[in-house]
């Protein structure tokens, strides 16, 4: 029988406000889009999970199509909350997510009313939970209007079946039209999910101004460039690391030479910091105002305890980041 650890909110420093909404998101989130499918051992996942809670991780990002198959770490989670942390219920914020493709015909993907709204309902059924925390839309839909894909959103929290909404994937103006219509529908849009790392910086130029004036906030997804910006590949590709067995996202071949040459150049700036290269790559994005949290996938409990202690030490100095632009331009 689990009993969180009595010591998870002893970091006080280690919420931040969620753009202009009374909620508080940590500044590590645990993601479920790897590791917690059918096939992945359900111990390690319920290990991470807990070991997460019990560093003071309330938050908890799914989404529809996360497992594989489809849908199955939505099972696995359920199947925590049963088993573990379901009791805690209050103290967590769960998220799950519409876009992608989920089933076959025209109504399995993109922004309809009528596929975001079911397969809400079938996160929920999959999850055992009465309601989510945060509903996404998971990615714009070039082909429905704005209006339906939000109106769907903001009635989600209207049945009572999410607190509060949010985008992922939207470009800077396609976020402010999404904004206005929710805050007219009386749903402001809570928080965007954006990737971003030192390897992606799309979100630099606008979006995360953007969301500053708009008072969202922000939780980065693959900040860690899903493994690469940390030292896992430094000696080969190890056949337990994601690029090692599972290479839907993260291809051996994505791990070419002049990207260990600058990864290895970040770690040894990490080390002077006192840091791994993984601590040092989330306190970088988290350097931002507009960033709440940085969403972090882990496949073993030891990463998730490495990834918090990147909290310990947010400090920059104005050379360590004129170093980083340097390698990072190389
Ligand atoms: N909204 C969207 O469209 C979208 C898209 C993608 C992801 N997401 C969300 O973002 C979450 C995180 O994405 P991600 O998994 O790509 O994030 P990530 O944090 O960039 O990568 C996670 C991977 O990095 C490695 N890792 C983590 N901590 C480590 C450490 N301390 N030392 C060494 N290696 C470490 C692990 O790789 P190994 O498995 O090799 O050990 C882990 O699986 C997802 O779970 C999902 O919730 C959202």
């Known amino acids: 029988m689990y009993t969180p650890a009595t010591t998870r909110y002893d970091s006080p420093g280690f919420y931040r406000r969620c753009g202009r909404s009374g909620v508080k998101l940590p500044l590590i989130s645990l993601g479920l889009w790897h590791n917690f499918g059918a096939k992945d051992s359900y111990d390690n996942a319920r290990a991470i999970a807990c070991r997460a809670f019990d560093l003071g991780i309330t938050h908890f990002d799914l989404a529809n199509n996360y ?9 696995t989670f359920g199947r925590i909350l049963r088993d573990d942390l379901g009791k805690w219920r209050d103290e967590l914020i769960i998220t799950t997510k519409a876009g992608y493709y989920m089933w076959p015909g025209p109504y399995g993907e993109w922004g309809s ?9 079938q996160s929920l059924k999959r999850m055992g939970l009465d309601y989510v925390d945060i509903f996404y839309s998971h990615r714009p839909d070039p082909d429905t209007p704005l209006e339906e894909t939000m109106g769907a959103l903001a009635h989600a929290v209207r049945s009572g079946k999410a607190l509060y909404v949010g985008l992922s994937n939207y470009q800077p103006a396609d976020t402010v ?3 206005k219509l929710l805050r007219e529908l009386g749903t402001p849009c809570l928080i965007h999910q954006p990737r971003y790392s030192m390897f992606d910086r799309w979100v630099e130029p606008q979006l995360l101004a953007t969301l500053e004036r708009e008072g969202i906030g922000c939780t980065v997804f693959s900040p860690l460039a899903k493994g690469l910006l940390t030292d896992r590949y430094f000696k080969g590709v190890p056949a337990d690391s994601r690029a090692g067995h599972d290479t839907r996202f993260l291809r051996p071949a994505d791990i070419t030479d002049a990207v260990l040459a600058r990864t290895k150049k970040l770690n040894d700036l990490a080390q002077s910091r006192g840091q791994t290269l993984a601590q040092m790559a989330l306190a970088w994005v988290l350097r931002h105002s507009a960033v709440t949290s940085a969403l972090i996938g ?7 305890d490495d990834c918090v202690g990147a909290t310990r030490n947010l400090f920059f100095s104005s050379s360590q980041l004129a170093e980083i632009e340097s390698i990072l331009s190389k």
């Not at 497992?67 to 099972?75: K, M, N, T, V, W």
């Not at 882990?298 to 998730?304: E, F, K, L, T, Y």
Request: charge should be neutral; glycine fraction near 8%; proline fraction near 7%.
């Open 67 to 75: 497992g594989p198959p489809d849908g199955s770490a939505e099972e």
């Open 113 to 121: 009313r009528k596929y975001l709204l079911s397969s809400l309902d």
């Open 298 to 304: 882990a496949s073993r409990v030891s990463q998730v």
């Open 177 to 179: 039209r999404a904004a």
